[in-house]
Nanobody
């Protein structure tokens, strides 16, 4: 099985920074892409950032400039650096990964359980 575990969520003041981490573990042959999503109460889940196995990144326009996604393939870990945080960034942040398991040819999407980010003074 494959597990994704997020960490780094916290309560932070407006203008502050946080760095989220998500580590994948299990019988993994390869991870093709990883991404961060977030969901605030009463709102739809939205993409925050995505990164390919080769390090190519993709951000919605609303996220560009403040958030940076990166990954460490040796550790099967994806990071999200968040700067200049605003109250509207408050949400549960989820990571996901497109994983091919060892011994299988198909790929599946796996989700973590999320980490809470609260931006408030």
């Amino acid at each position: 099985q494959v597990q994704l575990v997020e960490s780094g969520g916290d309560l932070v003041q407006p203008g502050g920074s946080l760095r989220l981490s998500c580590a994948a573990s299990g019988s993994i042959f390869r991870i093709c892409a990883m991404a961060w999503y977030r969901q605030a109460p009463g709102k739809q889940r939205e993409l925050v950032a995505a990164i390919s196995s080769g390090g190519y990144t993709n951000y919605p326009d609303s996220m560009k400039g403040r958030f940076t996604i990166s990954r460490d393939n040796a550790k099967n870990t994806v990071y999200l650096q968040m700067n200049s945080l605003k109250p509207e960034d408050t949400a549960v942040y989820y990571c996901n990964a497109d994983v091919q398991r060892a011994g299988l040819e198909t790929r599946s999407i796996y989700w973590g359980q999320g980490t809470q980010v609260t931006v408030s003074s």
